[in-house]
């Protein structure tokens, strides 16, 4: 086949294309950004010796200029400089690309700079045509092996450049209904049954199937497969489940993806050829054991993407010594040299290894904890890295529940274990079935728990994938698509479940050998720990973790997962900078935010302790009071329950500081709703039903969140903070009589000039030297303000003069900030994210752009005014990882969180700390 002309002169002056090969290459790991994660460990492999088939890689910067020029290429990148990097494979193998007597063969895959899993798109087979195909026969050997790839490249090719897909969610694949159709015609179950004929006869059925729903012909010419390949590559970085995954993991879109231009070598050649995947250590519990799946007689894909469930790689050290002990020492080179686990993926070809890929591992977040402080006891780690190699968000893993032994045995025994499959994410699960991504997705926006049920997951399933609570599978193993992304996303899941068939066209999954069946929509339980698959619901209990530090039914020495989060959190809190505070309005929130590490309270509500018994009457009865002194008369039935919570907040705290706002929400929150509700309230506190009804509509805002609330509420009716103020300093002087040293920290809420500050300030002064002065106990006590509104961000310096602290409010000042309502973005808050108009929700991570400028003009502006003006973040913000690390960043003394985000912050901060 004739390849295209080359011109003399020489291409842009700027490299585009970097080649692998014969021991060597032009590029190595430390270039991702420019070869993607896949080439840049290709061109390493090459360097350091490891068996690597020759080829080259497309830069990212290429499909950056593709996506810049209406989907273009850099001049002379088909015409000259593909074509010289073909060469070099050629001049290595001996082989030629489109020569029908010896063709070279390559396959064309993406490869991100950071892992994205069968996210995007890959071409095995790509030179074969009519006439190759026959020279590949002839060379080889072997006709059926020719057919078998040929078969598979039509099929990749019609799939992901000529894009012959499934219409909708019930069809199955075109090409794998035209291949079962030929099974069920000739009575056999596998692909490698079929002869050379059946192949033949396949592969014509595919081209025509191609044209007729297509309109186009499948290319003969190879210069023409590869182009149209490496376009397809480039297009799938925008795919939907590409898209959906980067910011499932906060991707940047502006990355694009590297092309990687390989020769190929044959797992599907013979008995003796052979693929596989393997972990240099077990991706799920991280345990220290070469861990993996392989197939003889097959190709990559057959392996990833379940269509056969593997063979574990033990079996391997059977069949093939020779192999598996190379691939032992391989394992040892590259654990090594990388110093971290890897996920490889290799192929037998007549009895000689190659490796095709290597990676680090996606893990769980328990192997994750298990492999980091293994590999600093190993010495192959500092601590420092220990902690860097672990995500924040995986700790939630740790802390998830697990089935209840008692009531899994008990749904055993009652005949409700209906199979058991490959543990393949740790974890419980249960949830309702649903056969397909959109179902799931839909199912997930009613608020129904979701186990996906599939025959075999593909990246087209990432978003059922993501809303749901667990994943199983009838086909795959321990490395298929279903088992690698749910480790990365932190699902359970159960893979290769055999015995079970799944039949998406009636909507049910049967089990083999009985007459059970269960429907979409019924409740299913799946314990991704041991692989066990249960009809119904089952109970969970709490994880290692909280049975230690909560429940107190676990002996920290009975259990291990604790012994190395513990290590780790010793670590974390060794180098972070920031304090790391609890949002908690009770005794009890505060005990358990404790046992997580918590050094002090960075938020208490006290509207929350104000609703339910005795108290909501009363501080509805102070609502509706006629005057001043009816208010009064409330809010001294209030105060005895005030001081009693401060009095159980401050004891359970101990010395650790204790940040207390005041009250901060529209009055009209707290009153009836229902006629039920007001005839009961008239009744208890003298009014008539109409009084009661008039005063709501008095009270009736049309913007309350701007209304009056906050230091404006306190203004209008100083005898609020007042009976607050005096509660707080009672609890306080009570624990200093007691021995116990207390330093409240008062709040004001909803600031926006100096002015309101110093007039609120006043009032806690006032009624704290009085009280002072009643319990003969001197104590000391700060008076600070949330900064939520942008005018008080941008006029911090004004407001330091009046405050001793500050706390960043970002729920309200992200509101104030982008003009949002936090409670109604999100009917169009995915479609702002879909569009990259916000890389993330900015209520769970905070704008760093537009919010967080905002507290960075505050803090420098507050500190220039007050040196050692304190600083913290008490927003829901203040547990996402990304904003600890720009608290960190801008100077705050702390960030406060829900408890049991408090591991995850202390974690974070430390990384931010050795980041930075």
């Known amino acids: 086949m004739p390849e295209p002309d080359i011109a003399k002169a020489t291409s842009d002056a700027k490299q585009y294309l970097y080649s692998f090969a014969g021991g060597s290459a032009e590029g190595d790991a430390s270039m991702k950004n420019l070869l993607g994660g896949k080439g840049a460990n290709l061109a390493e492999m090459a360097n350091i010796g490891l068996p690597v088939p020759p080829g080259f890689t497309i830069s990212t910067e290429v499909c950056t200029y593709y996506y810049d020029h209406q989907k273009t290429y850099p001049e002379n990148l088909f015409e000259q400089d593909i074509p010289a990097s073909l060469r070099k494979v050629e001049q290595e193998l001996g082989k030629k690309f489109g020569d029908p007597e010896n063709p070279l063969l390559v396959s064309v895959r993406s490869g991100s700079r950071a892992s994205m899993p069968g996210m995007m798109d890959t071409i095995l087979n790509l030179g074969l045509n009519s006439e190759t195909v026959e020279g590949l026969a002839r060379k080889s050997g072997n006709a059926r092996f020719a057919w078998d790839c040929y078969r598979r490249f039509v099929q990749m090719y019609g799939d992901v450049v000529l894009e012959l897909k499934p219409t909708d969610k019930k069809q199955i694949d075109p090409f794998e209904a035209i291949l079962e159709a030929k099974k069920h015609e000739i009575g056999i179950t596998l692909d490698t049954d079929f002869s050379v004929d059946d192949l033949k006869e396949i592969v014509a059925k595919y081209k025509a199937a191609i044209f007729e729903k297509t309109g186009k012909n499948f290319p003969e010419n190879p210069y023409e497969q590869l182009r149209g390949a490496i376009g397809a590559v480039f297009n799938s970085w925008n795919n939907e489940r590409a898209v ?342 009770q005794p009890d929130q505060a005990e358990t935010a404790i046992t997580f590490g918590a050094e002090g309270i960075g938020l208490c509500r006290t509207e929350h302790m104000f609703f339910g018994g005795e108290r909501i009457d009363a501080m509805r009865e102070m609502i509706l009071a006629d005057d001043i002194e009816g208010r009064k008369t409330a809010l001294d039935k209030l105060l005895p329950y005030q001081r009693d919570d401060f009095y159980g907040l401050f004891k359970a705290m101990g010395s650790r500081p204790v940040t207390i706002r005041l009250l901060d929400p529209p009055l009209h929150e707290f009153l009836p709703h229902t006629e039920g509700e007001i005839a009961d309230l008239a009744a208890k506190i003298g009014k008539s039903v109409e009084t009661i009804r008039e005063r709501i509509s008095d009270l009736h805002e049309f913007n309350p969140m701007l209304g009056l609330r906050g230091c404006r509420l306190g203004i209008l009716h100083p005898e609020i903070p007042v009976m607050q103020v005096r509660a707080i300093i009672e609890a306080a002087c009570r624990l200093k009589k007691e021995g116990h040293e207390v330093v409240p920290e008062i709040m004001v809420p909803l600031v926006s000039t100096v002015k309101e500050l110093e007039i609120t300030a006043e009032i806690i002064h006032k009624t704290a030297r009085s009280v002072i002065a009643e319990q003969g106990t001197g104590i000391r006590y700060l008076v600070g303000t949330m900064i939520e509104v942008p005018r008080a961000a941008i006029t911090s310096d004004q407001i330091a003069r009046a405050a001793d602290f500050f706390s960043y409010g970002t729920n309200d000042l992200t509101q104030m900030g982008l003009g949002m309502s936090r409670d109604d973005s999100g009917q169009f808050l995915p479609t702002y994210q879909q569009q990259d108009i916000f890389a993330r929700n900015p209520f769970e991570s905070i704008d760093i752009d537009g919010v967080g400028r905002l507290m960075s003009i505050s803090a420098k502006e507050g500190r220039s005014v007050k040196p050692d003006l304190k600083l913290g973040i008490c927003g829901e913000h203040g547990g996402d990882p990304t904003t600890v690390e720009f608290c960190h960043k801008t100077g705050l003394n702390y960030v406060s969180c829900s408890p049991y985000r408090v591991p995850i912050a202390r974690l974070a901060a430390a990384r931010a700390a050795l980041q930075s």
């Open 244 to 585: 959906v995954y980067r910011k499932l993991n906060h991707i940047p879109g502006y990355w694009g993806t590297a092309c990687n231009v390989q020769a190929m070598v044959f797992g599907n050649m013979g008995l003796d050829c052979g693929t596989g995947v393997a972990f240099t250590r077990d991706a799920a519990t991280g345990d220290d054991i070469f861990y993996g799946e392989f197939l003889m007689n097959a190709q990559g894909e057959d392996v990833v993407a379940g269509t056969r469930t593997p063979l574990k790689i033990e079996q391997l050290k059977a069949e093939n010594p020779e192999i598996y002990n190379q691939l032992e020492d391989i394992r040892s080179i590259l654990e090594k040299h990388y110093r971290d686990m890897m996920d490889i993926e290799f192929t037998i070809e007549s009895n000689k290894l190659f490796m095709l890929q290597c990676r680090v591992g996606k893990r769980t977040g328990v192997a994750a904890i298990k492999i980091a402080v293994d590999m600093f006891n190993e010495r192959l780690i500092s601590e420092k890295e220990a902690i860097l190699r672990i995500e924040p968000e995986q700790l939630n893993q740790l802390l998830r529940p697990v089935f209840d032994l008692k009531a899994k045995k008990q749904a055993i025994e009652n005949g409700r274990l209906l199979a058991t499959g490959l543990n393949a994410g740790p974890g419980a699960a249960t949830g309702k079935i649903y056969f397909n991504a959109a179902d799931a997705a839909d199912a997930s926006k009613r608020n129904e728990p979701v186990i996906l049920v599939r025959i075999e997951t593909s990246p087209e399933d990432i978003k059922g994938m993501a809303v749901s609570e667990g994943i199983l599978t009838e086909r795959g193993g321990m490395t298929s698509h279903a088992a690698l992304v749910a480790r990365q996303m932190g699902k359970v899941c159960v893979a290769g479940c055999g015995a079970l068939t799944i039949d998406y066209q009636k909507g049910e999954m049967r089990v083999n050998g009985s007459d059970i069946v269960l429907r979409e929509g019924d409740y299913l339980s799946i314990d991704g720990s041991t692989g066990e698959v249960i009809a119904g619901e089952v109970p969970t209990k709490n994880s290692e973790i909280i049975e230690v530090l909560i429940d107190k039914t676990l002996k920290p020495e009975d259990a291990p997962t604790w012994a190395i989060y513990n290590q780790l959190m010793e670590w974390a809190d060794r180098y972070r900078k920031l304090n790391i505070r609890t949002n908690a309005d």
